[in-house]
């Protein structure tokens, strides 16, 4: 059994301890929520949490100064009517977040994720070896740029949502896949010009 996206959403500020969305559709209970966020933020990096109180653990962070990127996820969730999630860092500062959520999965997915900062054109992350062929593989970037114009790896991988807008430094851009082997996975993004960047990687289990 293979697991897929079921919905996406984004969300973002840029003055505030937190931000928080919510699903247009309610969750179905039991399923996978992963959040890819960044924070403009020098004292630490973001968390999440919901109104249902699912416990969302941190899998991956990438940056450790002003900008830092991380992937987190709740499992096998709680759910109901207007569930919404919320992210939030230290400070007061700009912040994004893409939430999705992912059905078929196993009860407790997470297999391993990785994370990579460098300074070019080509932001990438690796995952490393998965312990199945057929998992969902979730990737996110963003750059110390005010206007990176950031493009996302072509297929296999699967576009599903950015944060742009050309003035602050919590720029996002995350795509996923469900792989066919148990290789390791990479993906890859295109900035415009050379910058700093983080990028985060996590693979997740499908249900038998």
Not at 75 to 99: G, H, L, R, W
């Amino acid at each position: 059994m293979a697991g897929s996206r079921v919905q996406s959403m984004k969300f973002r500020t840029t003055g505030a301890a937190s931000i928080n969305g919510t699903f247009t559709s309610t969750p179905t209970a039991g399923n996978l929520v992963v959040v890819t966020a960044g924070v403009f933020d020098s004292t630490g990096p973001p968390t999440a949490s919901d109104n249902k109180g699912n416990t969302y653990t941190a899998r991956a962070t990438a940056g450790a100064t002003d900008f830092r990127r991380r992937i987190l996820d709740a499992a096998n969730i709680i759910s109901s009517a207007t569930f919404t999630v919320t992210v939030a860092s230290p400070n007061s500062d700009s912040k994004a977040a893409i939430v999705s959520e992912y059905s078929g999965m196993e009860s407790a997915p997470f297999d391993v994720a990785a994370s990579n900062t460098g300074t070019s054109t080509s932001p990438a992350a690796t995952s490393g070896a998965l312990a199945t062929a057929d998992e969902v593989v979730v990737g996110g970037t963003g750059s110390n740029s005010s206007t990176p114009t950031i493009t996302e790896p072509g297929a296999p991988w699967s576009f599903v949502d950015e944060e742009e807008d050309g003035s602050t430094y919590v720029e996002l851009n995350v795509v996923d896949q469900v792989v066919s082997s148990s290789s390791s996975v990479t993906a890859t993004w295109t900035l415009r010009t050379s910058q700093p960047w983080g990028a985060v990687i996590a693979a997740y289990k499908a249900a038998a």
